[in-house]
């Protein structure tokens, strides 16, 4: 796994894990680039299509960051996401997706340290999972 | 429409420059599909910027627009606005966010380079399938609703009504003027509270602009921001205000005493009543749970005495239906109740009272005409123990919160005890002492210091008769001194809770209740007078436990806030809606249930249930686009293809 960068595609909710990811950048906070941001009005739009898609299309890590529960800008939107995601979790263990490779995460707009936590656990997290090899099964030989 | 898109990266000085390659971003831009045209420019939002991509557009026929700067919460009305002057519709250009998201979080300048190429050909994928937007226009019905009668529906009501437009004032009780009405005087100014609410009451009941709907509730909302349709249930009264001048015979001869709610029930009134001498409107109801004749048809003393044939025992509810544009909600506060309180006899010792029965008793229009007497024997009490924080600040077993106005108004209640009794010996029990209003901590300094008000810091642990004396059990937490101090009566500054029926109207409203029951605000410290359901606003202690200055505040606000969007011509939606193939639609109706604003409805169409969109309503969260099963539902500008593509661009 030496020099292995994983790709992350994070789903960000504009009213807050976005606004977070540019307060890290306003507080010219530092983070490695293993990640791009994708812009929806609520987690609760990210269509789990979207997340597989991602890792059909190369991603090693998906990142669905919304707001706290109870603090949705769309009432209960986040309620929503978790149930997707909480699902869609199983469905990946089942495509033989390692289902850590999907992280869903509360990060108020304020919270613009978390968001670059939240980037750099999930990197090491990711580096010792290894590259996502959909043909081979995501088990990356460990177990045989 | 064959994608002509012009791709405009800013330096930022040096604030994406030093860190982004920008004319490396450029280049590999530049052959990117779709992509006709692209450069750079030092700072992309001055006016040189902003003419530079006017002109290009024109130049280069140009049909869509990137420009890759700072985050779109800064610039993206800016450049919206930049390439609507040149005739290309706003929503046809989008931004690329290398700046926050890119060059001032990372140090790699060849990585970061390399993302800000991703960010950039994202957007110009979303830009490619965006289409061209108007934003909506719904129109407005330039009437408010308040609900509730108290100092804040009576502020909020009259700031609108002055501003000249409409208002349906709903207040559930015969009368308005709510807890206010019934407090004896003020803190820090100990102004009389009649004397500064009734002139406001009758105010409301003359204003033009103003119709009261007293003895009434709402039953039931429907509609949207602008044009919402409530359906209010006049309760019977039994008596026809046309007819009725307010006499008063009817309330004298009527045989029925029930312990009166205004009062405390310190007093009695009568089955037919009007709950206070200063009522607005002045006009009687007949109790029915307690009017011996609904109780067991004989009687009808009422109807032989009045003079006028205002008595109709065979009244109905009615229901009328309102349209408004707004809706205040001002539904108030309840004390909690006393009899929770096991530990300090609440319920049981007559002489245990909570804060709106001792302001009775202190007000000159109260049962004992401001004479402080106890309730059991109605002898003047010589030592009197006043108790804050009861069922407050108790996470364990009662409430969580503050309260917000005990530590205030026992301090009131302790003073002006002192000068209706002077040689008598108020003691007050505190945790802290909370005064920070304006005047307030003044007000404090002036009872401890200059009307020998005893302050103990110190939770009452228990409270029991003896000998016709109530003993409090305490521990003064200053001196570690554990204490028994007998008294006459005991004052407790009981816990504000939300009018209960306010859980019920919430549901009606769709507005959301915190996990105390109080209404809750769309953002603590910027949006403190809007619910999260556009055009609905809150006001009072319907909020949270809030004095008079800060109610009558907010009240105000939420008045200014509903005079905003009247204003308007028309109000403007966002257009990034969902939308629906109907098609592909099977009318499942998972799209309604997850419609947090009841924008999704079915709909019968040629024989085929298919799901509908109400614009207006629609907030965009697109949360029924994800969740419907058929992917008929899309998100204007915000397809599932347009962000297929981005998710596939930026892992290329």
Redesign the interface.
Known sequence: MEGFEP?I?AFCCKWCSY?A??????S??????NF???????S???????IL??FL???DGVLVAGCHPGDC?????NY?TLR?VMLLKKVLEQLGIDPRRLRLEWIAASESRKF?VTIRKFVDELKQLGPLRLEAGDDNGSNG | MEPRIGVFVCHCGINIASTVDVKRVVEAIKGYPGVVHAEDYVYMCSDPGQELIRSRIKEKKLNGVVVAACSPTLHEATFRNTVSQVGLNPYRCEIANIREHCSWIHTDRDKATEKAIKIVKSIVEKVKLNDELLPISIPITKRALVIGGGIAGIQAALDIANAGYEVILVEKNPSIGGHMAQLSETFPTLDCAQCILTPKMVEVGQHPNIKLYNYAEVEDLSGYVGNFKVKIRLKASYVDWSKCVGCGVCMEKCPTKVPSEFEMGLTTRKAIYVPFPQAVPNKPVIDRENCLYFKTGKCRICEKVCTFGAIKFDEQDEFVEEEVGAIIVATGYELYPIEKIGEYGGGKYKDVINGLQFERLLSASGPTGGGVQRPSDRKVPKRVAFVSCVGSRDPELHKPYCSKVCCMYLTKHAMLYKHRVPDGEPIVFYIDIRSDGKGYEEFVQRAQEEEHVTYIRGKVSKIYEDNGELVLLAVDTLTGEPLEVRVDMVVLGMAIVPSPAVYELAKKLKIQIDANGFLTEAHPKLRPVETLTPGIFLAGCAHAPKDIPDTVAQASAAASKVLEMFSQKELQHDPMVATVDEDRCSGCGVCVTLCPYGAREIEVKDGKRVAKVNEAKCEGCGSCIAGCPAGACQQRNLKDEQLVNMVKAVLE
Do not use: W
Request: charged share 25%; net charge positive.
């Open positions: 790709k595609v606004a990811a540019d307060l890290a950048g306003t010219r906070l530092k983070i490695k680039p791009v941001v994708i812009r929806t009005m609520c609760s739009r990210v269509d789990p299509e979207f898609q991602a299309n190369g991603a800008h769309y009432v209960n939107g929503k997707r670059v």
